[in-house]
């Protein structure tokens, strides 16, 4: 039996939404000073790449429905392999500049395969 698709989509909006309560109300000076929260975020990060790239599996035309899916996945294998460069500038602005559209973007992905 083939996976259902929306659970992919439902796992990477968890961590999106989990994304947004860490890091509301914070700064970068915050991210960067806190190890607890740097972990939380870039661990978030890692479970939206890993169900995205599962989502490519199951369902590449859904999947291809979300922009930059192959940068998201890329930046996964990135924050697990290259843990020792991890660049904490680029993590906060992906979280800043990127997640609120992917939120966006996963909702009406969700609300389509519901319908």
């Known amino acids: 039996m083939r996976p259902d698709p929306r659970a992919y989509l439902w796992d990477a909006l ?22 607890m929260l740097r972990s939380a975020v870039e661990r978030q990060f890692e479970i939206i790449g890993e169900a995205l790239n ?5 369902d590449a035309e859904l999947a291809s429905a979300i ?7 890329a930046f996964r294998n990135i924050l697990i392999h290259g843990y020792a460069s991890v660049d904490d500038a ?10 609120p559209a992917l939120d966006q973007v996963l909702r009406r992905l969700l609300d389509q395969a519901d319908d």
């Not at 922009?67 to 996945?73: A, M, W």
């Not at 680029?90 to 997640?99: E, G, H, R, S, Y």
């Open 14 to 35: 968890h961590a999106v939404e989990l994304l947004s309560q860490f890091s509301e109300g914070k700064s970068f000076t915050d991210y960067e000073a806190d190890a």
């Open 54 to 58: 599962q989502l490519r599996e199951v």
């Open 67 to 73: 922009p930059d899916v192959n940068r998201i996945v």
């Open 90 to 99: 680029l993590v906060w602005q992906t979280l800043t500049d990127k997640v």
